[in-house]
Each structure stands twice: as structure tokens, then as C-alpha cells.
């Protein structure tokens, strides 16, 4: 017998045409665990979700009727889910704001006013100010409708109509002066968003980016410079994802792309591009970090799909919820030491652990399709399959599933068009360290090869590091 070693796929990445490829990470991604571990890369379960608290959701919200923003001050957690607006204290203790009178996307942004600072929410036209749990309509009539909100160095900073962009007195969000805003000069596109970064304010418009520059001049005019510009605009202000460091969007072209200096660079493969070409709701992107197992993610989500993208090694994966055929996340925010993620159906928010292997007490279903096994132009017949996975994980109860856990394996001859029945290999009770995964006699595959499936639906610990096939070719 001779084993062949077979590769374990590293990302989401199926090739135009299922018969050339389906590789696939679903609800589980690929780390690099370098030559010192046993093997160079292993395959994690995501982290599961912990229910944390809940708060009203009413209303609908272009297809999102739970959460849909979040903003975080050292005194409060803010969040809006369906029209609700609630303010989180520090021992848990909910207080409702307001009541939105309409459906329309929202956006929250803070200063950094002392010692209460302001929170500045934006919706269907109108801009409020939070100070702790007390709420006012902006009633500066300098301020024409805003369409959202951002910030950077004190100021607010607020799109409005004719693309111009109005920004707040210095750490006052009720004050605006008439003449105090600025306009993307580079394209006459409709500005969508604008958002503070480490330096630089950036204005994203349908067909291009700018940085707009703090330089103000002592003169007490409008105090931002555009310093550099891109003919790469954005295709919608809720694909805009800001995490740490970073700022990421989906570009016009409907790729995905990262602030890189004055640049966006590309991060999407043809694999996320044709599925966001696909989507026919609003796409609404988020991060977070996932202090428990070190990586970070930022993701975009949609009615038919969520993708993800590890920021810690530069590959994407795809998110279902069990019974789903997205994600439930669709917002998150670290806020005392929690990364929390909002459900976009409904008020639920979950707290990320790696320890919990469900979501809000259901299943999570890990899935892996490898690159095709091939001998091409040859036939092959696979004589058996060895799996070095995580053994003796049962939990001892009280689902079968979970005491007794099985790993399922399917093959399809059709490049992962249609795959055969399941074959189920167990992973062993608690303890039962020793034990082979393996399964024979998978059959005879022509030149296109086998594509494998592995999946494992029990909420127990998972992960798989290497794949390695006994095979003979045929017809050589």
C-alpha cells in the first residue's frame, strides 16, 4: 500500500466551472501552524456564539429586522435592532432611546467630548445626538439632510445632499456653521460615506476616494485638504468595513479591496467576485476580532451568503447559520473585553468563543471540500481514506451526536456538482485519543478525479491537518 498525501484546501476559492475545482471552508478556516507542528496547516471549526443578552427589535430594516449598528463608549454599548434604539450599562441594564420612525440605514459615530461624550446617530435624513441615554434632534438648520455620519480629530463628519460634506464644531455635534463643509474634487459622483482613519478622513464616492488632510490654516475656514484621490469608487456606503488599522470596501467593479496607503489593493479572488456579482439584496459588511483564537475577520453578508476574510493570513472562508443560507451575524463590536456580534434577524447578541461550539445553542456545521484527487488523463480507484482529524472529542452527552461525533464523508465524480451518500467515520468518545479515521473502498473515478467532502456537525472541538488516499491508477 502506498499513500498518497492529499491537500486540504486553504480557503474558499471554486473555479468558474465546478468540474476544475470546488475547493471550500465552510464555518471553519485554514491556520498556519508552522514546521514545528505535525503538520504545516490545520483546519479550525469557527468560534462558536454565546448568547449574551437581548434587546427589542421591531420593525423591518431593508431585509435586516435584528441588528443593525453598534457603538461602543466606555459608559454604554449602543445598539439599533429593527427601529429600537438601546443603550447597555456596564452591569447589563437596558435603557430605551428612541423609537426610529423609519427603515432606513443607520449610522452611529462618537466624539470625544468629556466626560460624556457625544454619540451622533444618522437616519432617513435626520441627524440625532446621544449624550449617555438622553437623545435631541440636530436642530442647526446649517445642516442640510444628512445621508450618514462619520469622525475624526473632534469633528463629526456628515454627507448631505449635493455631495457635500459638513463637519461638526470641534467636539460639539449640535453646532454646525453654514459655510463648514467641502466637496470631493476629483469625480462629480455622488458621495456615499465618509469616515475618519488613523490620519486622514477618507470621502467615498460612487466612482472615486479621497483623504481629505486636518491642515487647517488659522483662518477658521473649512480645515480639511484633499491630499490624494482614487478613480476607484464604492459600491455602497454598508460594504465599508473599518477595522483596527484597516478600511476595506467593495470597490464599484465588485471586487473587494483594502486601504493600502493611498491605494486600494484587491483582496477578493474570482470565487467572492462572482458571488457578489450574484447578490440581488443589500450587501452589509463588519469585523471583528476573535481574541480567543488570535484572528481577525472582516465579512460581507447578504440574504444568499455570508464570506469572510481572515485578515491574519489573507484567506476567505464562508459563514451559514444551520438551517440558513447566510450568517446570522451582521454587526459587531468589542466592548469590555467581549467581541460581541449582532443577529440581523433578530435583537439576539452573541459573544464570540472558541470554547462554545455552537450558535445560540444550535449546530455548527463544519464543512471541507479539498482540491479535485486526480490522475489525469487517467482513471483511479481510491482503496481507502485516512483522516488525521481531532480524536476522542465526544462530550459524553446529552445529544448522540455529541458523545458519539462522526466526521461525514461524501465523493462526487462530477467536480462537487452532486456527491454520493454519506459515509460517517467516528471520532471517538472523550479520551479515545488513539483511534484511525478511515473509511475503504470510496470507488473508481474517471480523469476528472474525486472531489471529497468532509463535514461534522456535533458541538464538539474540530479540526483537520492532513488527508492521504490509498489509490491505483487505471487504464495507464
Given at each position: ?105 443607520v449610522y452611529l459615530a462618537s466624539n470625544r467630548r468629556s466626560p460624556t461624550p457625544q454619540v451622533a446617530l444618522v437616519s432617513d435624513g435626520t441627524g440625532r445626538i446621544i449624550t449617555g441615554t438622553s437623545i435631541a434632534t440636530i436642530s442647526d438648520a446649517d445642516l442640510p439632510a444628512p445621508t450618514s455620519v462619520g469622525y475624526i480629530d473632534g469633528y463629526f463628519l456628515f454627507p448631505t445632499t449635493f455631495d457635500r460634506v459638513f463637519i461638526s464644531a470641534e467636539d460639539d455635534g449640535t453646532s454646525i456653521a453654514p459655510l463648514d463643509y467641502g466637496r470631493a474634487q476629483k469625480n462629480p459622483d455622488a458621495t456615499l460615506h465618509a469616515i475618519g482613519g488613523e490620519r486622514d478622513a477618507m470621502i467615498f464616492g460612487a466612482k472615486s476616494i479621497e483623504w481629505w488632510s486636518n491642515s487647517p490654516d488659522g483662518s477658521g475656514n473649512f480645515p480639511f485638504t ?251
Amino acid at each position: 500500500m502506498t499513500l498518497v498525501p492529499v491537500s486540504i484546501a486553504t480557503q474558499t476559492n471554486n473555479a468558474r466551472f465546478k468540474m476544475e475545482g470546488s475547493a471550500r471552508l465552510l464555518n471553519c478556516y485554514a491556520e498556519q501552524t508552522g514546521d514545528d507542528a505535525k503538520a504545516p496547516l490545520t483546519v479550525y471549526a469557527m468560534s462558536g456564539l454565546d448568547v449574551w443578552t437581548t434587546v427589542p427589535a421591531t420593525g423591518t430594516a431593508s431585509g435586516v429586522t435584528g441588528v443593525r449598528a453598534f457603538l461602543a463608549t466606555d459608559d454604554y454599548l449602543y445598539v439599533v435592532a429593527g427601529r429600537n434604539v438601546t443603550a447597555i450599562d456596564a452591569l447589563g441594564a437596558q435603557t430605551a432611546i428612541v423609537t426610529l420612525p423609519a427603515d432606513g440605514d443607520v449610522y452611529l459615530a462618537s466624539n470625544r467630548r468629556s466626560p460624556t461624550p457625544q454619540v451622533a446617530l444618522v437616519s432617513d435624513g435626520t441627524g440625532r445626538i446621544i449624550t449617555g441615554t438622553s437623545i435631541a434632534t440636530i436642530s442647526d438648520a446649517d445642516l442640510p439632510a444628512p445621508t450618514s455620519v462619520g469622525y475624526i480629530d473632534g469633528y463629526f463628519l456628515f454627507p448631505t445632499t449635493f455631495d457635500r460634506v459638513f463637519i461638526s464644531a470641534e467636539d460639539d455635534g449640535t453646532s454646525i456653521a453654514p459655510l463648514d463643509y467641502g466637496r470631493a474634487q476629483k469625480n462629480p459622483d455622488a458621495t456615499l460615506h465618509a469616515i475618519g482613519g488613523e490620519r486622514d478622513a477618507m470621502i467615498f464616492g460612487a466612482k472615486s476616494i479621497e483623504w481629505w488632510s486636518n491642515s487647517p490654516d488659522g483662518s477658521g475656514n473649512f480645515p480639511f485638504t484633499p491630499i490624494a484621490s482614487i478613480n476607484l469608487g464604492c459600491a455602497a456606503a454598508k460594504t465599508i468595513v473599518q477595522l483596527d488599522r484597516a478600511v476595506a470596501w467593495i470597490a464599484m467593479d465588485g471586487t473587494v479591496r483594502i486601504q493600502d496607503g493611498y491605494s486600494g489593493r484587491r483582496i477578493s479572488n474570482h470565487a467572492q467576485e462572482r458571488m457578489i456579482a450574484s447578490a440581488t439584496t443589500t450587501i452589509y459588511g463588519f469585523g471583528w476580532n476573535d481574541k480567543s483564537t488570535g484572528h481577525a475577520w472582516m465579512a460581507w453578508t447578504c440574504e444568499t451568503w455570508t464570506i469572510a476574510y481572515n485578515m491574519r493570513t489573507g484567506l476567505w472562508c464562508e459563514l451559514r447559520s444551520f438551517g440558513q443560507t447566510n450568517w446570522r451575524g451582521v454587526q459587531a463590536i468589542e466592548w469590555r473585553g467581549m467581541t460581541l456580534i449582532g443577529d440581523y434577524q433578530t435583537g439576539a447578541i452573541y459573544r464570540v468563543d472558541k470554547d462554545v461550539a455552537t450558535e445560540g445553542g444550535e449546530p455548527i456545521v463544519m464543512e471541507m471540500i479539498p482540491p479535485v484527487v486526480h490522475s489525469a488523463p487517467y482513471g483511479m480507484r481510491i482503496n481507502a481514506l485516512f483522516v488525521d482529524a481531532v480524536p476522542g472529542v465526544g462530550t459524553g452527552g446529552p445529544l448522540d451526536e455529541n458523545a458519539n461525533p462522526v466526521l461525514m464523508v461524501s465523493t462526487s465524480n462530477d467536480g462537487g456538482q452532486t456527491f454520493g451518500a454519506e459515509r460517517r467515520i467516528a471520532l471517538g468518545v472523550a479520551g479515545d485519543r488513539l483511534r484511525r479515521l478511515k473509511t475503504y473502498r470510496l470507488g473508481m473515478f474517471g480523469p476528472n478525479g474525486c472531489t471529497l467532502r468532509l463535514a461534522c456537525s456535533a458541538s464538539v472541538a474540530r479540526a483537520i491537518s492532513g488527508l492521504a488516499i490509498d489509490a491505483d491508477k487505471l487504464g495507464a
